[in-house]
């Protein structure tokens, strides 16, 4: 089962708080999750924890999922970092930042548990 949302990013304080320690589990906790509507995730037949695969035209990764009550439906949310860099447009338009808002996404549950950051950089760098 996949569902299609809206995928946004942005700072939270939790992963702002481990910016200086990007290779350690505080940041991973931080920032390689994905916040979906509680609705949502009963659609997908998923639960906080469960391994999710997002996708956009941009690429796809593998976050863990987090309920969310104040996500409307539709909505899905990664912190900013290098799992949400992994499906968000590169395109900066410009500016030297990527857009962060409205990327049409799929997600749907996996049995791939998502990669730690230095996995995830060989991955991409690999690619």
Known sequence: ???????ISGRTADQGAHLEAKTHKGYFDACAYC???PADLERLGASEGSSLKVTTEFGDVVVFAKANEGNPDGLA???MGPWANAVLSPDTHGCGMPGFKGVPAEIEVTDEKPLDM???MKKYREA
């Open 1 to 7: 089962m996949k569902i299609k949302v809206n995928l």
């Open 35 to 37: 916040e979906l509507s």
């Open 77 to 79: 949310f990664i912190p």
């Open 118 to 120: 230095k996995s995830l």
